[in-house]
């Protein structure tokens, strides 16, 4: 290896500089000084060096924008300050309710200012730095746990790989949103067609897509960008007052942020940042979802605080539903986890919201009767944003003759076993348990997911696979599974077999709650693994506790227990549990799974959801009711405290209303929580 001297470090440094700042000019002001033949000559003379003089190579050299070698997986990473979610608004009725619950909780009654911006419908990242370097990009994730994403993300041109200017902080985590151009959506789906290559379906795909590539050229060769609009931490702390400050600082460290930011003043000032931005949405180069709407000072920002998973002091503006009608052709059933069967709905393939719909689920015999659906029928398909997409409406003056009427079956479609009604009729369940090879699938998909074992790489596809070929016939046997068996799969090389064996092995050590919670018990959320694992430490006084035990929990009502119960006077489960044990799957018993005291506003309640929503679905709802410590069940007897009721609830609604249980609307649970 030659020596390095004085003169090769030094031009090597300036190269380095050179190539940053005509990245920042190209990427980020959108003014290039140079042509892209210029550049890249420079960049050839970069890479000449790094090959002549390896001890030379700077980690965050432009180099690094084509690519390096591919990764065997991504590897999790903790963020520092969890990347949140935000709580939505459908209408100016519900922003509105948002300004009160700010002022009423900062004991004013003036408007305040509110930072406006465009929600990108992209991919969530943090991106750290450590003394204006980069260190380390990972996407959103859980919101606590992402994935390694940095070598892909050195490859997007506006992702500065080291700060500009002296006074670069020695720590900065800022969070941004990754997508893709509408143009360079178009070229890139052409040129996939022209050589036979995936077509993605929507801008937010592609840039998804693109960036979880194990082989970073390939998210090189992808036309992605990049807007940062927050900070996790910076250290040390700077003077700023406001949130549209930080990002006029970040901006002159050499981020990208958006050109349509404002601050107005009053919710009135929201809702008309709202209506303009609405009316350019279709001229704007990228796809937006909706308007995210900050409090702008931080001080403020600080006295509102958290609750849930989302920030008080900001709301998301989301834009209205897309409708547009298509055929029902057929109706399947399909077998969930539980032994619950769903009728899903085979559509006429349609374009709505920024995705191809061609499967909606009819949830229950009540959602069929209500909406009067036949196969055959023309309908109304409805989605907002990520909301999942529901059938609204029949056009029943189209209907053909020939429609049929919906049939459900007697019997499992899965293993034949005759199927049991619900008290209320509306559900419909396959009592085999995990001998119905449905069941099976789900409730190992269940258990490998990340809220209990988190078995990365074991995705739905690969669990019917092994099912399907016999290696898995029950939980247990996922610790049997080696190298040479999963690979002989088809798709499964032997990189991926031994990473996914090691996961495997990985998920051995795991905690009480995300075990209780990986088993599957009905009604037995995150929450109450929680209050479970709190209350009786280990899993034999679980197992062994009454009826009366589990009823003085305090989120556990009379439905949880009974299936508590249920469950563990099965021997088959009791033998799971010990199996598993077996197998070397453990936990620390001494630990405590504690909750912060402003999370749990609604503990000790029961709520039920019936109907359609339209802000989220039934299980985003679930998952922040349980957060704040209620237990969602799924039937209304006297110890529901809230109904929550969507447009055209069924029979719920009438028992609640004989019982006297509190009604809350969808318009109004925004406010509630």
């Known amino acids: 290896m030659p020596p390095v001297s004085e003169e090769v470090i030094k031009q090597y440094k300036s190269l380095i500089s050179e190539l940053n700042s005509h990245n920042h000019h190209y990427h980020v002001l959108d003014d290039p000084k140079i042509s892209d033949a210029e550049y890249d000559l420079l960049l050839r003379d970069l890479i000449k060096l790094e090959q002549q003089y390896p001890s030379i190579f700077d980690i965050n050299s432009p180099s690094q924008r084509v690519g390096a070698p591919p990764l065997e997986a991504f590897e999790q990473i903790e963020h520092i300050v969890p990347m949140l979610s935000l709580d939505n608004a459908f209408n100016d009725v519900e922003l509105q309710n948002f300004e009160t619950r700010v002022l009423d909780r900062l004991k004013i009654s003036t408007p305040i200012e509110y930072a406006c911006e465009p929600k990108l419908d992209g991919v969530a990242v943090s991106l750290r730095y450590s003394n204006g370097e980069l260190k380390s990009a990972v996407t959103r994730g859980d919101g606590s746990f992402g994935e390694d994403v940095t070598v892909n993300v050195k490859t ?5 790989l080291r700060l500009i200017g002296d006074e670069v902080p020695e720590f900065l985590d800022v969070r941004g949103e990754i997508f893709m151009s509408k143009v360079a959506f178009k070229t890139l789906n052409e040129k996939a067609a022209q050589t036979g290559e995936k077509i993605f379906v929507n801008p937010r795909n592609a840039a998804a897509g693109s960036l979880r590539q194990l082989d970073s050229k390939v998210t090189a060769s992808r036309p992605l960008d990049i807007r940062i609009y927050s900070v996790g931490k910076i250290s040390p702390s700077v003077a700023l007052e406001t949130h549209s400050s930080m990002l006029n600082l970040l901006s002159r460290f050499g981020f990208k942020v958006s050109r349509k930011i404002k601050v107005v003043k009053g919710i009135e000032g929201c809702i008309s940042y709202y209506e303009s931005l609405a009316n350019e949405r279709n001229k704007l180069p990228y796809d937006i979802d909706g308007i995210v709407f900050k409090v702008n000072n931080f001080e403020l920002q600080e006295q509102l605080g958290f609750v849930s998973k989302a920030p008080r002091w900001a709301i998301a503006r989301k834009f209205p539903a897309e409708e547009i009608s298509t055929i029902l052709k057929d109706v399947e059933f399909q077998v969930g986890r539980t032994g619950a069967v769903t009728p899903v709905g085979r559509l006429e393939p349609v374009f709505v919201g920024g995705v191809t719909i061609s499967n909606v689920s009819l949830h229950n015999r009540d959602e069929i009767e209500r909406l009067q659906i036949r196969i055959g029928d023309t309908v109304i398909v409805k989605r907002a944003g990520d909301v999942i997409p529901q059938i609204v409406k029949v056009v029943t003056s189209k209907r053909d003759e020939k429609a049929q009427l919906i049939k459900f079956p007697r019997y499992c479609p899965v293993c034949n076993s005759e199927l049991e009604v619900s008290s209320s009729q509306a559900i419909i369940r396959c009592i085999a348990g995990v001998s119905c090879e449905a069941q099976l699938k789900e409730s190992i998909k269940h258990y ?39 690979s002989s799969l088809e798709g499964m090389g032997q990189r991926s077999s031994q990473n996914l064996v090691s996961a495997i092995e990985k998920s051995k050590s795991t905690t009480l709650p995300k075990f209780l919670y990986g088993l599957g018990i009905r009604e037995v959320g995150e929450a109450t693994a929680k209050s479970l694992a709190n209350e009786f430490v280990n899993i034999d006084k679980i197992m062994t506790a009454t009826i009366e035990e589990y009823l003085c929990v305090h989120d556990i009502g009379d439905v949880t227990a009974e299936n508590i119960v249920s469950f563990f006077d099965r021997i088959s489960n009791r033998k799971l549990i010990n199996q598993l044990q077996a197998k070397g799957v453990r936990w620390d018993e001494n630990q405590r799974y504690n909750y912060s005291s402003d999370n749990l506003t609604l503990v000790g309640q029961v709520w039920v959801i019936t109907g359609s929503l339209d802000s989220m679905t039934r299980s985003e709802l679930s998952d922040k009711l349980e957060a704040l410590g209620a237990k969602v069940g799924s039937s209304v007897s006297k110890n529901v405290d809230i109904l929550v009721v969507g447009s055209n609830p069924g029979s719920k609604l009438k028992k609640a209303e004989t019982l006297g249980i509190r009604v809350v609307s969808e318009n109004e649970l925004s406010e509630f929580l």
């Open 448 to 486: 490998a997911s990340r809220k209990a074992l988190n078995i990365d790489g074991l995705g739905s596809s690969l669990v019917d696979n092994l099912v399907d070929k016999g290696m898995l016939t029950s939980i247990v046997d996922l610790y049997d599974l080696d190298v040479n068996s999963i």
């Open 156 to 160: 997007i041109g506006s992702v500065p």
